[in-house]
C-alpha cells in the first residue's frame, strides 16, 4: 500500500514542534533554533513555556558573551522560537519532536492528537529513553512517520542522536531526520527498537547500581562519583550524572526499562523513588543526591552530607614509610606514587633481582616524566632514591604501612599477609589491593584485623590522581587511615 512517506523523499524540515519544554524539550528547541529552524516549543505548562523562554534568552546571551553569537544572531535565533500551551499549535510542522514526560499514556495521547492535527507526511519523533517506539508506532494512525528521535543531556551540548527505527517506519522518515540530525552539527547513529538503544541500554544498569550502592551505605557520594571518574576516567561520577538527567526522569526511564527486559539490573533503586516523590529530582530543583547553588545550576553546594575539609574520621598515627610487595605493574605503579609523594618505599619481591627490574621500571617512567617536562630530573632522581628493593619480607619490619599487589590469588595473599603479620611492627596497618578477593579472609590470615584496609588504588597506579595529592574525598579518607 502506498502511504505519503514509502516513495517519496522528504523536503528538508524547516519547522520543528518540540512538545515538553522541560529539561530536553528546551535544549532541543535551543538546537534547533540555532540551526535555522522555525521552532514551535509546546508544553501543557504556561509556567514550562515561560521557563524555556527565560532558558533560552539566558544561554544565548551567554554565547554572546563568549563570542559564539553577534548580538544580531541572537535575535534572529530567539525570533525563530514561539511558544504555545495549544497541542493545535503543531498543525504547520514539518517534524513534531515529543519530549514529554517518560509515560507510555501521556506519549501515546500526544500522538494520538498529533494525528488529528499534523499533515499526513509530518514525521513524528518521541525523545523516549525506553519505551516502545514500536507500539507507539502501532498505536498512532500512521505507524510509518513515527520513529524515535532520542537526544543527549544536555542536547546542545551532547553530539550523538540516536535515530531509532522499527519494523514499521518508513526509510523516507529515517533519512529525513538523519539529515537534521547531520544539519545540526549532531552524530547520529541508527539503532533499533530496544529498551534504552544503544547508550542509555548500557548506562542505566551502571547508574541503578550506582543509587543502590550508595542507598546501602556502601561508600558516599562522594567516594562513589570520584571512583568512577578517577578510577575508570569518565567525566563525571553516576549520581552527579543522576542528577544532571533528573532523578524522576531515570527512575521512569528504568520503570520502563524493567518492565520490558524484567531484568533486576533495571529494577529502579528504592532511593530513586523517595528522591522523586520528596521533589529532589536533582539539578532542575537544585537539590538530588547533591546540593546545588539554584535550581537549574551545576554548582554544588556544601549540605548536611558534604565531608568537612581536610576532615579525618579518626585522629591517629603518621605513615612515614611504605612496603610494597609484588614486582608486577601495579606494584611498581604503587611504588611510584608513594616515592613521589615524599614516603620512604621498601619495594619487596620473591627475589631481590625481580625488585630491582621492578624498580627499574620506576626509573624508567620517572624518565619519561622528565622528558615531558613533568618533573625535574633532580626530583626523578630523588624520588627513585626514596625506593629501596629487596628480596626479604624482613625488610617490612619497620614500615607504617605495608600493601600487597601481589598475584589476585586467595591462598598466596593469605600466606603473604600471614608472614608480613610476624614482621611487621605492631600498629602496622597491611593493605590489600585486591579488586575481588575478600578482605576479611585477607585480615583473618592475621593478628590484626584492625589494621587492615583495603588499599583502593587502580591500575596504572602512577596515572592516579591518588599520587597527586588532591584533596579529594577518596583520597582525604584514605589519608586519613594512614594516620590511623
Ligand atoms: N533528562 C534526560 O537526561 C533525558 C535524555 C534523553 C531523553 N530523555 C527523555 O525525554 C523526555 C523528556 O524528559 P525531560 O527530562 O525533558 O523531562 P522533564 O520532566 O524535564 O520535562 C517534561 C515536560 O513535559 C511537559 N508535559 C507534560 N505532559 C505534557 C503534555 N501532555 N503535553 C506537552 N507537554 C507535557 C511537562 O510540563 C514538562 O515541562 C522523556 O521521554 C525522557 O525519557 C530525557
Redesign the pocket.
Known amino acids: 500500500m502506498a502511504t505519503p512517506l514509502s516513495d517519496t523523499s522528504l523536503s528538508p524540515l524547516r519547522t520543528v514542534a518540540v512538545?515538553?519544554?522541560?529539561?530536553?524539550?528546551?535544549g532541543i528547541a535551543e538546537v534547533l533554533a540555532g540551526a535555522g529552524r522555525d521552532v514551535i516549543g509546546?508544553?501543557?505548562?504556561e509556567a514550562?513555556t515561560a521557563?524555556c523562554v527565560t532558558a533560552l534568552e539566558a544561554s544565548t546571551a551567554r554565547a554572546v558573551e563568549r563570542g559564539r553569537l553577534t548580538g544580531p544572531q541572537r535575535a534572529e535565533l530567539l525570533a525563530r522560537v514561539t511558544t504555545s500551551t495549544d497541542?493545535g499549535a503543531a498543525a504547520g510542522a514539518d517534524l513534531v519532536i515529543?519530549?514529554?514526560?517518560?509515560s507510555y499514556e501521556?506519549?501515546q495521547?500526544?500522538f494520538r492528537e498529533l494525528d488529528g492535527i499534523v499533515r499526513p507526511e509530518t514525521v513524528l519523533a518521541?525523545?523516549?529513553?525506553?519505551?516502545s517506539v514500536t507500539r507507539l508506532a502501532a498505536d498512532s494512525a500512521r505507524p510509518e512517520r513515527v520513529l524515535g528521535m532520542?537526544?543527549?543531556?544536555p542536547a546542545p551540548a551532547m553530539r550523538l542522536v540516536e535515530i531509532v527505527s522499527c519494523v514499521l517506519t518508513a526509510p523516507a522518515a529515517v533519512t529525513a531526520v538523519t539529515n537534521l540530525a547531520l544539519d545540526l552539527g549532531k552524530e547520529p547513529v541508527a539503532v533499533g527498537d530496544r529498551p534504552g538503544f544503544v547508550a542509555?541500554g548500557l548506562l542505566f544498569g551502571y547508574l541503578n547500581q550506582a543509587a543502590a550502592m550508595y542507598e546501602a551505605n556502601y561508600a558516599s557520594r562522594e567516594d562513589i562519583d570520584a571512583a568512577m571518574r578517577l578510577g575508570c576516567g569518565l567525566p563525571m561520577g553516576p549520581l552527579a550524572l543522576l542528577d544532571?538527567?533528573?532523578v524522576?526522569?531515570?527512575r521512569?526511564?528504568l520503570e520502563a526499562m524493567y518492565a520490558e527486559s524484567r531484568d533486576r539490573l533495571h529494577a529502579p533503586a528504592p532511593v530513586l523513588k523517595q528522591l522523586s516523590e520528596a521533589g529532589l529530582t536533582g539539578r532542575?530543583a537544585g537539590r538530588g543526591f547533591y546540593t546545588y547553588e539554584a535550581p537549574g545550576s551545576g554548582t554544588v553546594v556544601r549540605d548536611d552530607l558534604t565531608p568537612l575539609e581536610g576532615g579525618s574520621p579518626t585522629a591517629g598515627r603518621t605513615v612515614r614509610s611504605v612496603g610494597v610487595a609484588g614486582s608486577g605493574t601495579m606494584a611498581s605503579g604503587i611504588a611510584e606514587v608513594f616515592a613521589k609523594a615524599g614516603y620512604e618505599v621498601v619495594l619487596a619481591a620473591r627475589s631481590e633481582e625481580k625488585a630491582r627490574s621492578a624498580r627499574a621500571r620506576i626509573g624508567k617512567n620517572l624518565a619519561r616524566s622528565v622528558d615531558k617536562g613533568r618533573m625535574t630530573a633532580e626530583a626523578a632522581a630523588q624520588t627513585l632514591e626514596r625506593v629501596r628493593p629487596t628480596g626479604t619480607y624482613d625488610d617490612f619490619a619497620d614500615v607504617d604501612l605495608a600493601v600487597e599487589a601481589v598475584a589476585e590469588d586467595l591462598e598466596v595473599k593469605r600466606q603473604l599477609f600471614a608472614a608480613l603479620d610476624k614482621v611487621c611492627k605492631p600498629g602496622a596497618v597491611l593493605a590489600t589491593t585486591t579488586s575481588s578477593l575478600p578482605v576479611v579472609a585477607c585480615a583473618r590470615a592475621t593478628s590484626r584485623p584492625f589494621f587492615f584496609d583495603r588499599h583502593a588504588l587502580l591500575q596504572p597506579g602512577a596515572g592516579h590522581e591518588a599520587g597527586r595529592g588532591r584533596a579529594h574525598g577518596a583520597d582525604r579518607r584514605r589519608r586519613a587511615r594512614h594516620r590511623a
Not at 518521541?126 to 519505551?131: D, H, P, S
Not at 532520542?150 to 543531556?153: A, R, Y
Open positions: 512538545v515538553g519544554l522541560g529539561t530536553m524539550g528546551t509546546i508544553d501543557i505548562s514550562q521557563k497541542l515529543e519530549v514529554a514526560p517518560e501521556i506519549k495521547q500526544i518521541t525523545g523516549t529513553n525506553a519505551l532520542h537526544f543527549f543531556n542509555d544532571l538527567i533528573g524522576d526522569t531515570a521512569t526511564v532542575k
